[in-house]
Every structure is written in structure tokens, then in C-alpha cells.
């Protein structure tokens, strides 16, 4: 009775051990969540892929006839991106920004704790529908004036006029209808972490990792970096149109070379002050003065007085004033 007992604890403890390696194994064959930041980081790195291959594209055709591409450029960027989706998500389930992440595109269609990867379908739809409503929306600029349609909407006068309008209401419809149904994934997205943009989520594609156990590797002490050179670059954009420059460098140059060689230097150069314009270093077209010794062009001086209300003349630091035009003496001197 003793043994009897013995096995069929052994057994029991047998059957616990292979249940529980049966949850660790199942634990550990699933991914952890993507961050929603480095699914972000994926799409800006793909838009800004597309917009430089766009722009080395443009550059081979400069030397031609100018807007020889723009009546192609919706067809043509929608080639360029079909162009990158054959050799990078056809081919490795991934676009070029999720392979730097080490990420990879999966399919939600199944149930398996293993890596599903994107069927020929889906990756399919997933192409048409990330192509199709960018080449819609920019060729329809184009289709609204060959349906007789001004780009504002205005019907014309055709006996057509009724579908016509007709047709720029569901094409305004639909347009609205899929900007809110953006939106909303968006915010569907930011709650569970999944499907960022719309096409992925119509075409049951998720972002998973394609290496076990990959971290996102940002230190606090590059992320501290960026954010004190970002906050101080908004603070100069802030303060800097509050400073005056030009009589804050006036005011630095008198104290730093001293009036006493300004006013030498003034002295020096008061025979030869009106040939100067003291903004642009040209002869001065039609002379005018603010209040100092100094000579400017009128057009120089009265668009430098519009954009600084409170202008300084940039050679002695003196207020400026009212522009007024310069009186000279011509004489002719016989040979």
C-alpha cells in the first residue's frame, strides 16, 4: 500500500514538473510588446527613406526641361515606393526602418505562439493600401478639373452637373471618413500598442521583434541631451526676436575699441562717409541720413526702419531717426 502510494505521488509530481515546463516553454515562445515609441520611430524612418530615394531620383532629370515630372509624380512616387516594398517587405517581412529597430512585420490571423509570418495576400493589401490613398489624394487635384470640377469644389455648368456634385460630396465624404478612422486607430493604438497606422491593422500585420530578448538601448544620458539642447534651441527661438542685435553689436564694439578710436576713425573717415552705404557697402542710390554722420541707401535704410522699429545705425550705435535725404553741393571743376 506504501509503494502504491509512492508511485502515484511520483507520478502526480511527474505530470506537475511537465505542466509547469509546459507554461515556462509557453511563456517564453511569446514576444513582448513592441514599444510604441520604436513602431513610430519605424514609420519615420520609412518616410524619410522614400523622401530621400524622391530626392535623388529628381536630381538625375535637374538638367532637363523644368516640371518635365510633375505631371508624373504621383505615379511615379507610388513606383518608387512599390519599388521598395518588392525588396524589403515582400522579401524579409520587414521595411527598411523596422529592420534597424530589429523589428519584422507578423500575421494576427493565427493563433500560433510561433512567428507567423505575412502572407503574399496581406503583404499585397498592405502595399495597396499604403500606395493607393497617397496616389488618390494627390492625383485628385488632377481628376477634379477633367470631371469639369474646379479644385475648390465649383460645379460646372454641364448638363452633368448633378453627378458631378454628387461626386465631390462622396468624395469628400469618403475623404473625412478616412482621416476620423485614422484618428481613431491612432487612439486605439496608444491605448493597446498595436497597428499604429491604418493598413496594418485592415491587413492584420503586427510589428513584433526578430530577435529574442532585444531591448530598446537609449541611455537617460543621451535622451537628457537631446532634450536640454532641444529646450534651449526653443528658448534662443524665443528670445532672439526680442534682442536687438544690431545695437547690442554697436554697443559691444564702442566698449571694446573704445570711443576715443571711434571717434579717430569717425574723424578719419568723415571725407569719404557719403561715398559708403553703412548697410551694404555700396555707393548709396539716393542718399539719406537718420541723425548721425553716416550715409545710407534710401531703399536700405527705409526697409531695415519697416523691420526693427527700434533701428540702430550699425556703425556708431546712434539711434536712428526720421530718414531724410542728403543735401550735397555739386561743383564742376574745369580741367
Request: charged share 20%; hydrophobic share 40%.
Amino acid at each position: 500500500m506504501c509503494m502504491f502510494h509512492r508511485r502515484e505521488m511520483a507520478g502526480l509530481n511527474r505530470d506537475h514538473n511537465k505542466r509547469t515546463a509546459q507554461t515556462n516553454g509557453s511563456e517564453s515562445a511569446v514576444d513582448p510588446p513592441v514599444l510604441r515609441i520604436s513602431q513610430l520611430d519605424a514609420l519615420e524612418l520609412d518616410s524619410a527613406l522614400e523622401q530621400l530615394l524622391w530626392t535623388q531620383f529628381t536630381q538625375c532629370f535637374q538638367n532637363c526641361r523644368p516640371g518635365l515630372l510633375t505631371p508624373m509624380e504621383p505615379e511615379l512616387k507610388a513606383l518608387l515606393y512599390l519599388l521598395l516594398w518588392r525588396f524589403t517587405l515582400y522579401s524579409s517581412n520587414a521595411t527598411i526602418g523596422q529592420s534597424l529597430l530589429s523589428l519584422r512585420y507578423q500575421s494576427t490571423s493565427s493563433s500560433s505562439p510561433h512567428y507567423r509570418p505575412l502572407s503574399r495576400r496581406q503583404k499585397l493589401g498592405l502595399a495597396i493600401l499604403t500606395a493607393g490613398p497617397r496616389w488618390l489624394q494627390e492625383r485628385s487635384y488632377r481628376l477634379l478639373p477633367c470631371l469639369a470640377l474646379s479644385p475648390r469644389g465649383a460645379v460646372s455648368d454641364s448638363d452633368g452637373g448633378l453627378l458631378q456634385q454628387s461626386l465631390r460630396k462622396a468624395l469628400t465624404l469618403v475623404s473625412g471618413l478616412a482621416k476620423f478612422a485614422t484618428f481613431v486607430n491612432f487612439l486605439v493604438f496608444l491605448r493597446n500598442g498595436r497597428h499604429p497606422v491604418l493598413p496594418e491593422r485592415i491587413a492584420g500585420a503586427q510589428a513584433v521583434f526578430s530577435k529574442p530578448n532585444v531591448v530598446r538601448d537609449v541611455t537617460y544620458q543621451h535622451m537628457n541631451r537631446e532634450l536640454l539642447w532641444h529646450g534651449f534651441a526653443e528658448f534662443l527661438i524665443f528670445l532672439l526676436p526680442l534682442v536687438n542685435l544690431r545695437k547690442l553689436k554697436a554697443a559691444v564694439l564702442l566698449h571694446v575699441l573704445g570711443r576715443k578710436d571711434s571717434e579717430e576713425e569717425g574723424t578719419r573717415e568723415g571725407k569719404d562717409v557719403w561715398k559708403i552705404c553703412g548697410l551694404c557697402g555700396e555707393w548709396p542710390t539716393m542718399p539719406h541720413t537718420v541723425g548721425c554722420q553716416h550715409v545710407f541707401c534710401y531703399y536700405c535704410i527705409k526697409s531695415h526702419s519697416i523691420a526693427d522699429a527700434y533701428l540702430t545705425c550699425p556703425k556708431c550705435g546712434a539711434e536712428a531717426g526720421t530718414p531724410n535725404v542728403v543735401k550735397m553741393d555739386m561743383r564742376v571743376v574745369g580741367r
